[in-house]
């Protein structure tokens, strides 16, 4: 199995046992690929206050998604930390929003992610970083 | 009207803009004073992964919600710039969380906030801190 | 050896390793206790700028060093993995500035921490945040 | 004068205003263009504990002068208002540490930055990223 092939059946597992979530959030996956994931949502009513504008809870859980898959598509279990976000634009109502994620080193016992979520437009919605702790378990046994 | 009457009218505006995302987190006010707000979320079956755990978005949602009303409780709007969240101790389900905000300190243009996150037990679920942006417009207009 | 006296000696060691940052910054400690630790510095000439205003990387490694010594006291070595300062207030040239820091909870191969940096007035300077890796060696060897 | 002459004379002032820290530091500016700054220091003997690792607070305060040269190098002022910093690799007694800071947004009020910091290698030492409050003067007084 390729490193790619590998990731896309740990992602599949993730995505399996995050479906209740994602789905009540609408989060999609984009793309996976070896130390990168990303992650679409799209701003609907549910999600915005009075002012139309996105709850940051919500962008954060976006990139929080994206990066433990990121994290995880090496088949090397682990979870966040700590994480920090910066919000530098509102999303708003209709706004198609995507966090990519990426593994930025990834030691024994900790890996680091960093993450921006754009809008549909390209432009910069929130920038996140995270200190991710290892597991000794892979996400999924493989067949030796 | 008292600084504690202003909090509550303001938490109650709030709180009708915040209806339709509060609804679909479950999430519910617990207390309200100037500069300090409590809410709470009971982890449903829709809000954890296949472990059981509570997602890490919704722990952050809970916390930026409760900030985001202690932050305002003194009928000042502004909006969270930047936060850090550190996950103490995994949330499970059926666990009902509370996320208790306290402003540290509120300058002219710019205030700080901690949260502490806990469990039914009083266990510490997450600590998270923000730096809020001031806007020079009140929540709710008071009649003069 | 009681807790307190194994936390003093773990301190001792750590800080004749940190000697020369600690002379470079002027920082001394304050208290030990197994779980928290005070440091303290002056603000000095060298460390503030043209407004007298003490540098942010300062204030930043006054509260590194006493959640170093926090998480350190109960004999378990370990290493500050993502940390998270809000700048509440400035620090100005002859400012005492005292770090307190606490042990929020440690797990096996991880720690939180939290530090609050005040003035000699007992005002908030600077609120840290920190997610620490836990290494399974002692700080000093225990003669059995 | 052209963007790139007014982000030197920015940064002159500002040198000038940090003379004494930077000294302290061994603190050097690499570059510096609009939005952008890279300031460099070595990893002396002053700087590291016992296992000859430099002191965390060092590398955030190399990273923090960075964010704070690239955010005021379009003559608007400001200040950090909130860190966040990830521990990626030890830096060792001798290395070379870069800290290039980008400006990732400038709003009227609001700026935020996010900073690299590598080794002499180009290995990933911390991962930085800030939220700053700008001030309505400019740090030099342009004539007209």
């Known amino acids: 199995m390729s490193q790619q092939q590998l990731a896309e059946k740990v992602i599949e597992r993730l995505m399996a046992a995050d479906a209740r979530i994602n789905a009540l959030l ?15 949502l ?11 504008f996105c709850h940051g809870g919500v962008i954060f859980a976006l990139a929080d998604t994206a990066l433990a898959y990121a994290s995880c598509s090496t088949n090397r279990s682990g979870v966040t930390q700590a994480a920090s976000i910066n919000f530098i634009r509102p999303a708003k109502l209709g706004d198609v929003l995507t966090a990519t994620a990426v593994v930025e080193q990834d030691g024994r016992r900790a890996s680091a992610c960093s993450v921006r979520v754009t809008n549909q437009l390209n432009q910069l919605v929130a920038l ?17």
Chains 1, 2, 3, 4 share one sequence.
């Open 26 to 40: 609408g989060l999609t996956l984009a793309s996976i690929e070896p130390g990168r994931a990303s992650c679409q």
């Open 42 to 52: 799209t701003v609907r009513l549910e999600l915005v206050n009075s002012h139309n």
């Open 128 to 144: 996140v970083t995270a200190a991710n702790l290892r597991f000794d378990e892979p996400v999924i046994e493989l067949e030796s």
